[in-house]
Each structure stands twice: as structure tokens, then as C-alpha cells.
């Protein structure tokens, strides 16, 4: 018979020997343990979470961009009534003037009843506001590509309606951005939380791990396995539940963002989804988005391995 004296493994630089039948041990860190699954439902709930962040700040950041770039190429003219001038009259020359200005490419003016229209959501409907001087608007479009003079188009203007003023959206632009910035500052924040949170996870679930299978680490650390060789097996381990709580989370958001713009046609012409589609679009990710997504999920696990490989060695110095 062959001695299994004889028959030896490498665990390591260092030439520690044990005999095969070691082979046929239970594995350093039981695969099928319920903490390893309980550690794939964290790290997917943690993925989804990170997700759907994500998801959301790159369609308020595009829609916001859509906003800026619709209301910077337009400008308003507010006409009030002032006693002693023919209004209608005055739109006319309004009109004329700012055609005459290079960069302007459509003037519309809005009629008297679009005018008052525009006061339903403050006023309400059914009141008669013919008796009140209800301001009127023209809208100014200006050219792709091109800068008006806004100086020389208030001048002109105010030679031809002295109570008409011209609103370039400045403010309203600048909202925007604050707005944008905002919810990325907030997006950024979750998404810190949720790998803090995630590392802390994994942390513990790697203590307890060292911990339920110390006596073996403690026997391998001994015999001279290098703390290289007992760190991989846990590293291997807790990068699989890594990716697989990572692929879990990740898809589910993948089809939370693939069916929304579906959900989203369903309430489309509502007061809900009106307000929905004004705020975050369509709901439909570009496919740089999902392939944002995917990297986000590819950095989850690899943050999971991490703080499981750096939590490895601070137990194994302790053990020495």
C-alpha cells in the first residue's frame, strides 16, 4: 500500500506539508452556511439600492439637461395694458422689433385667451378676466448655435411698447442647476452609505466566518500555511457571494428601469404621470446608463472582496 505520508499538498511558498487526505476535509468556509446566504440578500438589496440611486440621477440629470437647453433657447416678452395705449398695437411693433434682431429664428405671440390660460393654475377656471389687465406673452426662439444681443433687443423693444419686458429664463436656469446638483450631492451621499454599509456587512460576515472555522485556520496558520494561502480561500468565497448578490440586485433594477417606461405609457395623459414624465422624462435609460449600472454592480463585488480580504488578515495577525 502507498503511505499517505508520502503523498503531500503545497500550502504555500513555504514548504508546508499535510497529506492529501486533507483534501477531503469540509472546505475552509462552508459554501451553502446560512450567513453566506443571508450575505447574498444583503449585498443585492445593497446592489438594487445603489442601482436605483444611480438610475434616478441619470434621468433627473437628463432631464434637467433638456430643460436647460429648451428654455435657453427661448426668450419672453411680457406686454403689460397701460392706459392710453392700444395693446394690440403695441404686440404688433413688439413683434416687428424683435424680428428685426439677427439670432431670432420664430416670434409667436400669445393670443389674449392663451394669455389668461396661463393664470388657471393660480386663478382657477371659470372666472372672467376680461376686466382685469391680463398681461400678454410672446415667445422668442432663438436660433441654434446663436447669441442675441439682449441689450439691443430690450432697447428696441422699449422704443416700441415702453411697459414690455424681456425675460432671458436666467433665473430659471439657474434653479436647474441647483436642483441637478442637489440631487447628484443626495445620489452621491446614498451611494456612500450603501457601500459603507455594505463593507461593514461583509466585515462581520467575514469575522464570523473566521471565527466559526478558527480552529482549522488556526491548525493551517500553524503547520506553516502563509496567511496568503488560508486568505484566498475566504477571498474566493466572499467574491462569489459578491457577485452573485451583486447580479441579483443589479438585474432586478435593470427590469425596475426596463419596465417603467412601459409603466409610465400606461399613466401617460394623467395629472400623475404628467408630473412623473415632467420630472425624470421617460423613464428610460440610455444604454450608457445600464452599462453604468453594470459597472456599479462589478464594483460592489469587488468592494465586498475587499473589505472580506482586508478584514482576512487583520483576524490572521490576531491568531498570530
Known sequence: MIDDRKIMMDLGDNTSEVTASARNLSPIVPR????????????????????????????????????????????????????????????????????????????????????????????????????????RVIVLRVAPGSTPDLAALRRSVAQAAPSATIDDHRAWIERMRSMTGAIVLAGTGILILVIVATVISVSFATRGAMAANRPIVEVLHFVGAQDRYIANRFLRHFLRLGLE??????????????FSESIANWFSGTPVGDQFAALLGTFALPASGYLALAAQTLMIAAVTAWASRRTLFATLEEID
Open 32 to 135: 451553502g452556511s446560512i450567513s453566506g446566504r443571508a450575505l447574498i440578500a444583503v449585498v443585492a438589496i445593497m446592489t438594487y439600492l445603489a442601482s436605483m440611486t444611480t438610475g434616478a440621477v441619470l434621468l433627473v440629470r437628463a432631464s434637467a439637461a433638456e430643460w436647460q437647453s429648451d428654455v435657453s433657447s427661448e426668450l419672453t416678452i411680457q406686454l403689460r395694458p397701460s392706459p392710453g395705449r392700444d395693446i394690440e398695437r403695441d404686440v404688433r411693433s413688439v413683434i416687428d422689433a424683435a424680428r428685426a434682431q439677427p439670432g431670432i429664428l420664430e416670434v409667436r405671440p400669445f393670443s389674449k385667451a392663451e394669455s389668461a390660460r396661463l393664470l388657471e393654475p393660480w386663478l382657477g377656471t371659470g372666472l372672467s378676466l376680461d376686466d382685469l389687465p391680463v398681461p
Open 245 to 258: 448578490g451583486g447580479l441579483i440586485g443589479g438585474l432586478a433594477a435593470m427590469l425596475t428601469f426596463g
